[in-house]
Antibody
Framework: QVALRESGPALVKSTETLTLTCTFS??????????VTWIRQAPGKALEWLAR???????SYRTSLKTRLTISKDTSKNQVALTLANLGPADSATYYC?????????????WGQGILVTVSS | SDELTQPPSVSVSPGQTARISCSGD??????ASWYQHNPGQAPILVIF???ERPSGIPERFSGSTSGTTATLTISGVQAEDEADYYC??????????FGGGTKLTVL
């Protein structure tokens, strides 16, 4: 059974760096075509795609946040981490991780429940 | 282009058909997927690869595409379908982008 769960701090300060971890089960990031994606939703705003890491370690980032984002994986722990540097109040949001099998559905077929992160000034 | 445009809101009465559009220049070359999102919950995939429905999603949900527009159709809308709906597409550089979301109201 596929499951994903986000973890990390609920409250961080402006200018600091946020590190979130997605721990998953029921699939492997060593499987060809498997990817994990991070998405966020600020209060009252739309879903916003942030980054993706592929089975072969290829990484993709949202253009407007590329200089601040880093995505990485630890396949031995079934984890994907996302760091977002130089935080500001606009980064307060619920952050989700989701699985994206690009050789099958090519869609975000399983999601974590999300983690609410508040950036304080 | 990396923009997907959706109408902010759609309203229908129970039993009617709701159609939510998603427009983008890249859509003729890229798959669209659709997500149902209720506040405080994880989004749910309802359509992938433009027209495919995941197992467990009711048959009243369907997807179509024509040119630069993808459409999510919900036939025989039920009160439980009231939610925000988002389209998603991915370009050739593996960068994905969501539409702005559509709030479906069941009157």
């Amino acid at each position: 059974q596929v499951a994903l769960r986000e973890s990390g701090p609920a409250l961080v300060k402006s200018t600091e760096t946020l590190t979130l971890t997605c721990t998953f089960s029921g699939f492997s990031l060593t499987t060809t075509g498997m990817c994990v994606t991070w998405i966020r939703q600020a209060p009252g705003k739309a879903l916003e795609w942030l980054a993706r890491i592929d089975w072969d370690d290829v990484k993709s980032y949202r253009t407007s946040l590329k200089t601040r984002l880093t995505i990485s994986k630890d396949t031995s722990k079934n984890q994907v981490a996302l760091t977002l540097a130089n935080l500001g109040p606009a980064d307060s949001a619920t952050y989700y991780c989701a699985r994206m099998p690009v050789v099958d559905s090519y869609a975000l077929d399983y999601w974590g429940q999300g983690i609410l992160v508040t950036v304080s000034s | 282009s990396d923009e997907l445009t959706q109408p902010p809101s759609v309203s229908v009465s129970p039993g009617q058909t709701a159609r939510i559009s998603c427009s983008g220049d890249g859509l003729p070359k890229q798959y669209a997927s659709w997500y149902q999102h209720n506040p405080g919950q994880a989004p749910i995939l309802v359509i992938f690869k433009d027209t495919e429905r995941p197992s467990g999603i009711p048959e009243r949900f369907s997807g179509s595409t024509s040119g630069t527009t993808a459409t999510l159709t919900i036939s025989g809308v039920q009160a439980e379908d009231e939610a925000d709906y988002y389209c998603l597409s991915t370009d050739s550089s593996a960068t994905s982008f969501f539409g702005g979301g559509t709030k479906l109201t069941v009157l």
